[in-house]
């Protein structure tokens, strides 16, 4: 087309993969976008991300809470178990409620010579900001914890999941789901085989739970009903999260 120069179109296709790149991190991270826009000014472009990325997590870490937000269980020596690919991605902080009652249920449980895992919790600012690809978790208030696992000959593994990230590595069980619907509750039964070969630890599982339960800060905790019933918990505030969620028997998920 004349007056079109020769490298508009390969312009646009760069803005566009910029611009998905950008909206990826921010989703992924919440502070990774900012990351990546100030890194396009430099022609190291990747270790320019990596240096803005990490003084951005820093600066989050003093700056959260004063918006009510505060990094959970990141640090040498805490109680409460982390991964440190999750931290990483800023998925950790919750409000000071939600970082007491995971600091009280890591002491009770380490008296009992367990560890709880925390799995995903919330980003660092901004009430409503999704954390996919939860439905939830947009608040501060919400929290997932891993299952407890020993190994085939029954010796408990405080700590351990079967998943590198303690999700997606999903216990068997009957659901009335109806099937091919549009849902996010992914079944994954490719991916099963490639996790390490535990066993739920129920007795250990259960107590988290419960613990949680009797809680009066908890407002709800969502788990699988088949996982409800082979841990023997029943009580109001145990629910299902529904059928167009996911799965909740890879962990569990409580909220304030």
Known sequence: MAGVPRDWGRNRL???WHGLLVLALTALTQLGGIAWLAALRFRR??????????LLGGLAVVVAPHWGRQMIGCWPGSLIETRATLCAL???????VLASVLADLAQARAAE??????LDAGFPFLDGFPLL????HDD??????ALAYADRAGTALPGATRAPLGYFAFEPGPSDCPPRQLTMRWDLDWLQPLWRDLVLDAPRSAAQVAWLLDDPRVGKV??????QERLGLADPKLRFQGCRAARHDDHIHFQL
Do not use: W
């Open 140 to 145: 501060g208030e919400k929290a997932d914890l």
């Open 133 to 136: 690809p939860h439905l939830s």
């Open 14 to 16: 760069r803005v566009l």
């Open 113 to 118: 010579g367990d560890r709880i895992v925390l």
């Open 222 to 227: 969502f788990l699988e009903p088949h996982l």
């Open 90 to 96: 800023n998925r950790s902080y919750g409000t000071p």
């Open 45 to 54: 472009r990747l270790l320019a991300f990596m240096v803005f990325y990490t």
